[in-house]
């Protein structure tokens, strides 16, 4: 999760169902988030934002 102020979150639900615990910067998460980041840059609500804000409006 990305906040508006620049904050990121990453839970792994498996082991942490609370998110108590953010993995943002566990080494060990890296693959995974990454992967969730790019599915989530291709999402179509977040390519018109994208579009958006390169254009200025």
Do not use: N, W
């Not at 953010?22 to 080494?27: G, L, Q």
């Not at 992967?35 to 958006?52: F, I, K, M, S």
């Amino acid at each position: 999760m990305r906040y508006i102020k620049g904050g990121r979150e990453f839970c792994d639900l498996k082991t942490d169902p609370y998110e108590m615990s953010s993995k943002h910067d566990d080494p060990a998460y890296v693959v995974a988030r990454m992967a969730l980041e790019e599915g989530a840059e291709q999402a179509p609500g977040v390519r018109a934002a994208h579009a958006a804000r390169a254009s200025g409006s």
